[in-house]
């Protein structure tokens, strides 16, 4: 893992020292109180901001994992900054956080890569030192709630239509199938609204997530009523996680960057979700 990925948000978006971020991600995951779950953890979503803002939240959705071992995690983020691409990965053989490398599982990730070709004829593009933050940002919940160390599947969408997302999420289940693997989808909410106007739009959209209703979470923003700027992440996680079995998605947890800086004029809203196999699907 000589070919690591630099953190180009430590120091910023989370703390640089590795303490002091072991500190403060074990404390959001030991706030973070959950119910009991249906049955096993297919899936998450989690938002993507500083964890100052939405850590809070994110560490709902992660603290439904913890204590798993799962060998890979794929983590399927928006791709924010311009690229003529669709669908992006990493060049390199790891992630670097504070808390240490994460290597990154390049037989399953060329198994993907050709899934996805096969399928839909998307090609997936390998960028070194991309200053994209959704992906990473989840990294450090992962390193701190999971037993064992886990090899990573990094996916990018620039291209967020139901196109490529419901390709993406069927390439995933199918190079995922026979494998103990996490799947991790981040995504923001509605941005820069006031918060009472947030707050009835992103109920929109986590109900359509609640529902497993990839078709209609992608169709809320084209009918004005729910934002996601990852809209097609969470659509592509949806997908792989209904063929890999998963049959309920439990919303755990919401807030908006209001609730930390006491601005409600314009905010930004976190959403956390497990998507899980119910008992009742596994007894079937």
């Known amino acids: 893992m000589s070919d690591q990925r630099p953190s180009p948000i430590a120091g910023t978006w989370y703390p640089a020292d590795a303490e002091a971020l072991a500190r403060s991600v074990d404390k959001q995951l030991a706030e973070a109180e959950l119910e009991p779950a249906p049955g096993p953890v297919v899936g998450l979503v989690a938002p993507h901001a500083g964890h100052r803002y939405s850590g809070g939240v994110a560490a709902h959705a992660f603290r439904a994992a913890a204590g798993l071992s799962p060998e890979t995690v794929a983590v399927v983020s928006p791709m924010h900054q311009t690229h003529p691409a669709a669908v992006l990965t990493t060049g390199h053989d790891a ?29 997936v593009v390998r960028v070194t030192r991309d200053s994209e933050h959704s992906l990473e940002i989840e990294l450090p919940f992962l390193q701190r709630c999971l037993k064992s160390p886990f090899r990573l599947l990094p996916i990018m969408l620039r291209d967020q239509s139901a196109a490529v ?9 199918g190079v995922l199938r026979d494998r103990h693997a996490l799947i991790v989808g981040s995504s923001d909410l509605s941005h820069f609204y006031p918060a009472s106007t947030a707050r009835r739009l992103d109920g929109e959209l986590l109900a359509r997530l609640a529902a497993f209703d990839p078709e209609g979470l992608l169709r809320a923003e084209d009918e004005g009523v729910g934002f996601a700027c990852g809209k097609g992440a969470l659509a592509a996680v949806l997908w792989a996680a209904r063929e890999l079995g998963a049959d309920v998605v439990r919303i755990l947890d919401y807030a908006t960057s209001g609730d930390v800086t006491g601005d409600d004029e314009s905010v930004v809203g976190y959403g956390a979700a497990a998507i899980y196999r119910s008992t009742r699907a596994v007894a079937t």
């Open 95 to 123: 992630y670097w956080t504070p808390l240490g490398p994460i290597e990154v599982d390049q037989a399953l990730l060329t198994a993907f890569e050709t899934a996805l070709d096969r399928a839909a004829g998307v090609a």
């Open 165 to 173: 997302a419901q390709a993406v999420g069927r390439a995933l289940a």
